[in-house]
């Protein structure tokens, strides 16, 4: 059964009626308990809970339920309905809810099972085409199958355009059109540049219709969704092009406040946490704007956003395209070393630890190519994060290693606090200027990267 997260929200008895009344029978259902919940985004909370008896159960309370994809849930049985209407009947035979389901007094969920049928339908439809193009080698057979899936999804896309007419103005509209794709029209004649036309109008048109500022949509897995397919998939990915588009949606979220505090939540934490490398200044700008500005004041804590300030504090300096930190160490005679010093095309900082796992597998595999590096005019420089000697000069020894090894045994710097060396190993790899070009990649990319820097310095240098 599907991990949920529970906040049981009880309501008080009020004598006088019940404003949401939802019955459920649920035959081949020995549970004894029942639970009502609603998505929230990628989260499930509960709203009720009931006591079933021989599989029937009454959900009711005084406050009206916001619209959105609601739950049963037992721990044996779960199914989704539509909440808009507030009192209505579900019955169903476990475990096959969605062919079972009968619905009483809720036209609304009569429209969401049968969306539900058809997509089984077109699933089974859909599975020996799929498993046929994984098996076949031939471009002529997968050209073929590709053509009987091109008419699956026309009937898929006919089928919601219906529905979505039908319950025009409904959740499930709003619903089926979080799920569509925009449909490019054909090119015009004469258009110089088709690609960037379809492309174009595709990013133009991916919001059309949708409010994300709807109560009932937030209530559903699809618009969280579609705001990381847009951002990472229509959106070029480079970070003013996503701060521009960030801003837009925050903007457009600000009517509501429960829709702006869960997309600047949703935002910084995605941002924060992203693997591509120059995407730490989306996070910083997020927190720069918004937060530090007081626009998230109302629910969060100033232990929260001293976390939020002493991180981009960490981060800036290494946005890339800076000068690298001031960086003096020690080499293993107790020599005192400045990287600036280090004259290379390419200089490698590898942060280690000799107790990290990692960092054992990795270092060996990536002194390898040190020899082909050198040859290529890359330094690399070992960086100790350890203060234990005896340690660093153990793992250097053990692997030979017989590049630029230093260390900071008696904690005189701050780089790790400069690096924003959170884990180990931490790569930065430095133009001849010192400037970052590169962060925090594997350690095992580094030979490729490099050949891709140089590939980028030699059409530089033959289209200046």
Same mark, same amino acid.
């Given at each position: 059964?599907?991990?949920?997260?529970?906040?049981?929200?009880?309501?008080?008895?009020?004598?006088?009626?019940?404003?949401?009344?939802?019955?459920?029978?649920?035959?081949?259902?020995?549970?004894?308990?029942?639970?009502?919940?609603?998505?929230?985004?990628?989260?499930?909370?509960?709203?009720?809970?009931?006591?079933?008896?021989?599989?029937?159960?009454?959900?009711?309370?005084?406050?009206? *339920?916001?619209?959105?994809?609601?739950? &049963?849930?037992?721990?044996?049985?779960?199914?989704?309905?539509?909440?808009?209407?507030?009192?209505?009947?579900?019955?169903?035979?476990?475990?096959?809810?969605?062919?079972?389901?009968?619905?009483?007094?809720?036209?609304?969920?009569?429209?969401?099972?049968?969306?539900?049928?058809?997509?089984? +339908?077109?699933?089974?439809?859909?599975?020996?085409?799929? +498993?046929?193009?994984?098996?076949?080698?031939?471009?002529?057979?997968?050209?073929?199958?590709?053509?009987?899936?091109?008419?699956?999804?026309?009937?898929?896309?006919?089928?919601?355009?219906?529905?979505?007419?039908?319950?025009?103005?409904?959740?499930?509209?709003?619903?089926?059109?979080?799920?569509?794709?925009?449909?490019?029209?054909?090119?015009?004649?004469?258009?110089?540049?088709?690609?960037?036309?379809?492309?174009?109008?595709?990013?133009?048109?991916?919001?059309?219709?949708?409010?994300?500022?709807?109560?009932?949509?937030?209530?559903?897995?699809?618009?969280?969704?579609?705001?990381?397919?847009?951002?990472?998939?229509?959106?070029?990915?480079?970070?003013?092009?996503?701060?521009?588009?960030?801003?837009?949606?925050? +903007?457009?979220?600000?009517?509501?406040?429960?829709?702006?505090?869960?997309?600047?939540?949703?935002?910084?934490?995605?941002?924060?946490?992203?693997?591509?490398?120059?995407?730490?200044?989306?996070?910083?700008?997020?927190?720069?704007? &918004?937060?530090?500005?007081?626009?998230?004041?109302?629910?969060?804590?100033?232990?929260?956003?001293?976390? *939020?300030?002493?991180?981009?504090?960490?981060?800036?300096?290494?946005?890339?395209?800076?000068?690298?930190?001031?960086?003096?160490?020690?080499?293993?005679?107790?020599?005192?070393?400045?990287?600036?010093?280090?004259?290379?095309?390419?200089?490698?900082?590898?942060?280690?630890?000799?107790?990290?796992?990692?960092?054992?597998?990795?270092?060996?595999?990536?002194?390898?190519?040190?020899?082909? *590096?050198?040859?290529?005019?890359?330094?690399?420089?070992?960086?100790?994060?350890?203060?234990?000697?005896?340690?660093?000069?153990?793992?250097?020894?053990?692997?030979?290693?017989?590049?630029?090894?230093?260390?900071?045994?008696?904690?005189?710097? &701050?780089?790790?606090?400069?690096?924003?060396?959170?884990?180990?190993?931490?790569?930065?790899?430095?133009?001849?200027?010192?400037?970052?070009?590169?962060?925090?990649?594997?350690?095992?990319?580094?030979?490729?990267?490099?050949?891709?820097?140089?590939?980028?310095?030699?059409?530089?240098?033959?289209?200046?």
């Amino acid at each position: 059964m599907r991990n949920l997260i529970f906040f049981l929200i009880l309501f008080p008895f009020i004598a006088f009626g019940q404003t949401y009344s939802i019955k459920t029978t649920i035959h081949n259902s020995t549970d004894t308990v029942a639970y009502l919940g609603h998505h929230f985004a990628t989260q499930r909370y509960l709203d009720d809970t009931a006591k079933v008896i021989n599989g029937k159960a009454l959900f009711e309370g005084t406050k009206e *339920l916001t619209p959105g994809i609601y739950f &049963y849930y037992t721990p044996n049985n779960y199914f989704e309905f539509l909440i808009e209407e507030q009192k209505f009947s579900l019955e169903a035979t476990a475990p096959d809810f969605v062919q079972s389901m009968k619905i009483k007094n809720s036209s609304l969920n009569e429209g969401f099972y049968k969306l539900q049928r058809f997509t089984a +339908d077109m699933k089974t439809k859909s599975k020996p085409i799929l +498993d046929q193009y994984d098996s076949t080698s031939t471009e002529a057979q997968k050209k073929e199958i590709k053509a009987q899936m091109d008419v699956l999804n026309k009937q898929v896309v006919a089928f919601q355009n219906e529905l979505k007419e039908e319950y025009k103005g409904t959740l499930l509209a709003k619903l089926i059109l979080l799920m569509q794709s925009p449909e490019v029209p054909d090119i015009p004649e004469g258009t110089e540049d088709p690609d960037l036309y379809k492309y174009t109008y595709y990013k133009n048109h991916f919001w059309d219709g949708i409010d994300i500022t709807d109560p009932g949509i937030l209530r559903s897995p699809l618009l969280d969704a579609k705001i990381n397919d847009y951002l990472d998939n229509v959106v070029v990915q480079l970070s003013d092009s996503v701060i521009k588009e960030v801003d837009i949606l925050l +903007d457009e979220a600000k009517p509501s406040k429960e829709t702006f505090r869960y997309l600047l939540i949703t935002l910084v934490n995605k941002y924060e946490r992203s693997p591509i490398i120059d995407f730490d200044k989306v996070f910083v700008h997020i927190v720069e704007k &918004y937060y530090l500005t007081g626009m998230a004041d109302d629910w969060t804590t100033g232990e929260t956003l001293d976390k *939020l300030k002493s991180r981009i504090a960490m981060i800036k300096p290494n946005f890339i395209g800076n000068p690298a930190p001031e960086l003096v160490l020690w080499d293993t005679l107790g020599t005192e070393v400045n990287i600036r010093d280090i004259d290379a095309q390419y200089t490698v900082l590898y942060f280690y630890d000799p107790d990290c796992g990692h960092c054992k597998k990795k270092t060996p595999e990536l002194y390898s190519h040190y020899a082909d *590096l050198i040859a290529k005019g890359v330094e690399i420089v070992g960086v100790c994060t350890s203060t234990d000697e005896k340690k660093w000069k153990d793992f250097i020894q053990k692997d030979g290693l017989e590049w630029i090894n230093l260390a900071d045994l008696n904690s005189q710097t &701050y780089f790790r606090y400069y690096y924003d060396i959170r884990s180990t190993p931490t790569v930065y790899i430095l133009d001849k200027d010192k400037k970052i070009v590169v962060k925090k990649i594997d350690a095992l990319d580094i030979p490729g990267v490099i050949d891709q820097l140089i590939k980028q310095d030699s059409l530089k240098a033959e289209n200046p």
